[in-house]
């Protein structure tokens, strides 16, 4: 553990000089703060991960595009985050740590044929604020072949479709990722029947932990890659 101290003591550490991670507060069930405390995969993931280690992660949580530039300004890691071929230029990846399908999501009754990224063109969707849905995605979107209303929650996002704002809605984690979203709102509860998942996903997003090129961090990512090889695949 020596060898992993003096590692740690060139990266952001909080004021008990855990390691800092940001995170996203309201992905639920992936990631989400509840009365202050973090509760989702990914946050169970990071402790079984530390336990390994012997060493402390804090996760300190944000809406996602505030997380994501507290990493990329130098002040910690970054859990929950796509790999880009532009964002492998700013960060240090670990493994793979959790897979999460990104679903399309319309209203019964407004159902489309949804088999290639085209099939999407001309119809507005919902999306996250700063996140990225794959490099084909963000290449169509810089070419304004897609039209993406951004948002912070995928409870806003439904709401939108709800209110005919939008015409399809980005959510992830699947169909959990649908029922715990619904489940947390009272007027989507009141809907839930009116919600449709078209059949084939949009991507299915590998989820990483990175910290910035800054902070010279690829011994450390070593050392979480193998504690996090040692989990079993049932837990991750």
Do not use: C
């Not at 996002?157 to 399809?168: C, F, N, T, V, Y």
């Not at 990722?177 to 991507?203: K, M, Q, S, Y």
């Amino acid at each position: 553990m020596a060898a992993a101290a003096l590692l740690l003591a060139g990266l952001a550490h909080g004021a008990d000089d855990a390691l800092v991670v940001f995170g996203d507060d309201n992905y639920p069930p992936i990631i989400w703060a509840e009365n202050g405390e973090p509760r989702g995969e990914l946050p169970r993931i990071l402790s079984e991960v530390e336990a390994l280690l012997g060493k402390r992660f804090t996760l300190q949580q944000s809406p996602w595009r505030r997380a994501y530039e507290s990493a990329l300004a130098g002040k910690g890691g970054v859990i929950g985050v796509s790999l880009t071929s532009e964002r492998q230029k700013l960060f240090d990846f670990s493994d793979p740590i959790y897979d999460d399908n990104i679903n399309v999501i319309v209203l019964r009754g407004h159902e489309f044929a949804f088999r290639a990224l085209e099939d999407l063109n001309g119809k507005k969707l919902g999306g996250q604020l700063g996140a990225s849905y794959g490099e084909a995605f963000d290449t169509a979107l810089q070419n304004r072949s897609l039209v993406v209303d951004r948002d912070t929650s995928q409870i806003q996002r439904l709401r939108k479709l709800l209110a005919g704002r939008i015409d399809a809605a980005l959510i992830g984690n699947g169909h959990a990722g649908l029922d715990a979203t619904i489940a947390a709102d009272p007027e989507l509860l009141r809907n839930r029947d009116r919600f449709v998942a078209l059949e084939r996903p949009l991507a299915i997003d590998r989820l990483y932990l990175a910290f910035p090129k800054s902070m010279q961090a690829g011994e450390l990512l070593q050392q979480f890659n193998a504690a996090l090889h040692r989990l079993p695949r049932s837990k991750r």
